[in-house]
């Protein structure tokens, strides 16, 4: 496996370790039914994000990778951004024709600070240019209305509205789909 680093800005994104450390960070996001709220599954305890991080870096070390989930450090936390404690979690699932979906999460103290737009950006420059994607695509719950923000003001497009596509705690949900193609893609950083 050749671990994927990113850097942006204040952020950077590394492969996952199967530390305590990098469990209590997933279990702090995923454990908060706060930031589930408009994930499509209920908050998980400890036990199974560890279980979640093992499966990451089975995924990560696959032959043909197509899957990278990555957790999000600042870089004002560390010297060296691997020994940063995760703050977010981001990841890029690659299906057929050289497209893939993205995602992103962040523990709640962490929102309002524009980083899920440095992520997004940071995935797009990943997509596009490393792994030579052609379209970038998420799945937005229609309440999501910060999540919505950030894509939009990316360049990504809404184009569809899947009605009931989500079912959790027995209440259906509409998403959004905004997707972006890599000729339309342009860094806000310049890169
Ligand atoms: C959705 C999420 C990723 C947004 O990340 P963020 O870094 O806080 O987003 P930003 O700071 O760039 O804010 C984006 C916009 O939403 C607004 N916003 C932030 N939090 C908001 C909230 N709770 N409700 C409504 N709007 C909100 C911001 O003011 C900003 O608006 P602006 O562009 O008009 O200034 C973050 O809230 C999160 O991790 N939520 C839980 C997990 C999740 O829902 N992931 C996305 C799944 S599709």
Redesign the pocket.
């Known amino acids: 496996m050749v671990p994927v680093r990113l850097t942006g800005p204040r952020l950077a994104m590394r492969e996952y370790h199967h530390t305590e450390g990098d469990v209590d960070a997933l279990h702090a996001l995923f454990g908060d039914p706060?930031?589930?709220?408009?994930?499509p599954f209920e908050p998980r305890d400890r036990e199974s994000c560890a279980d979640q991080i093992e499966l990451y870096l089975e995924e990560a070390m696959a032959e043909d990778r197509d899957t990278y989930r990555l957790a999000v450090t600042r870089l004002e936390d560390a010297q060296d951004p691997r020994d940063a404690a995760p703050i977010?979690h981001a990841s890029l699932t690659l299906g057929e024709h050289r497209a893939a979906h993205l995602?992103?999460?962040?523990?709640?103290g962490?929102?309002?600070?524009?980083?899920?737009?440095e992520i997004t950006a940071l995935l797009c420059d990943f997509a596009f240019r490393a792994l030579d994607l052609h379209r970038l695509a998420?799945?937005?719950?229609v309440d999501?209305?910060?999540?919505a923000?950030?894509l939009a003001?990316l360049g990504f497009q809404l184009e569809a509205r899947a009605r009931h596509g989500r079912l959790k705690g027995g209440v259906r949900s509409d998403s959004y789909l905004y997707a972006l193609l890599a000729d339309e893609w342009r860094d806000p950083d310049g890169r």
């Open positions: 706060e930031v589930t709220r408009y994930l977010g995602g992103y999460v962040l523990a709640r962490f929102w309002g600070h524009g980083y899920a737009g998420a799945w937005v719950d999501n209305t910060a999540s923000k950030v003001k």
